[in-house]
């Protein structure tokens, strides 16, 4: 089980928009403004999409953004791609002995 | 570019070790702090490790303290994982990963197989 909770699955159509929920407690996602998300593809290595809760790193585009309120973390995917499709992972600071948690990841279909 | 290229991985029998490397290029390796994210297959991300800049101060998940000790070299651009006493539930890829916090450097990953 992981630490932070999030849906197996969510599904969108081309060009809606979607959300995903992490939710966790008052000692990780809820303490601290440092929740991360990541898109992976089949076969690949993660990537950042959002960090510090509703960052955007340089090269990741204004249709991903990112929230909190309270114990959950939201990520938002406007104008689904089929690029899109693929598992998404929340993270969150849990403080400085166990450093951070994930979610279990949400397997998003682009239909 | 940041460049992240893990290696040492393979098939071990329970109880053996194996020693991961990661050759870092692209940035000041000696001023980020650096991680070790493990998946196991078809799971989810799992954190693992993580070592400050100077290699001063470490951190570890619980399942791998008192077996798993991570390193650098920063003459080398290199981080290190050594894994003992490994189990089957150790099997997994483990990725490193830049900086702490949250990761926004991965590597292609190194498939650690622990099986008899």
């Known amino acids: 089980q992981s630490a932070l909770t999030q849906p197996r699955s969510v599904s969108g159509s081309p060009g809606q928009s979607v959300t995903i929920s992490c939710t966790g407690t008052?000692?990780?996602?809820?303490?601290?403004?440092?929740v991360s998300w990541y898109r992976q593809h089949p076969g690949k290595a993660p990537k950042l999409i959002i960090y510090d809760v509703t960052k955007r790193p340089s090269g990741v585009p204004d249709r991903f953004s990112g929230s909190k309120s309270g114990n959950t973390a939201s990520l938002t995917i406007s104008g689904l791609q089929a690029e899109d499709e693929a598992d998404y992972y929340c993270?969150?600071?849990?403080?400085?002995?166990?450093?951070?948690?994930f979610g279990g990841g949400t397997k998003l279909t682009v239909l | 570019e940041v460049h992240l290229v893990e290696s040492g991985g393979g098939l071990v029998q329970p109880g053996g070790s194996l020693r991961l490397s990661c050759a870092a290029s692209?940035?000041?390796?000696?001023?980020?702090?650096m991680s070790w994210v493990r998946q196991a297959p078809g799971k989810g991300l799992e954190w693992v490790s993580a070592i400050g800049g100077s290699g001063a101060i470490t951190y570890y998940t619980d399942s791998v303290k008192g077996r798993f000790i991570i390193s650098r070299d920063n003459s080398k651009n290199t981080l290190y994982l050594q894994m003992n006493s490994l189990r089957a539930e150790d099997t997994a890829v483990y990725y490193c990963?830049?900086?702490?916090?949250?990761?926004?450097?991965w590597g292609q990953g190194t498939l650690v197989t622990v099986s008899s």
């Open positions: 993270c969150s600071y849990a403080g400085s002995y166990t450093n951070v948690v």
């Open positions: 990963a830049k900086p702490l916090y949250y990761f926004d450097s």
């Open positions: 692209g940035f000041t390796f000696s001023n980020y702090a």
């Open positions: 008052t000692s990780d996602v809820g303490g601290y403004n440092y």
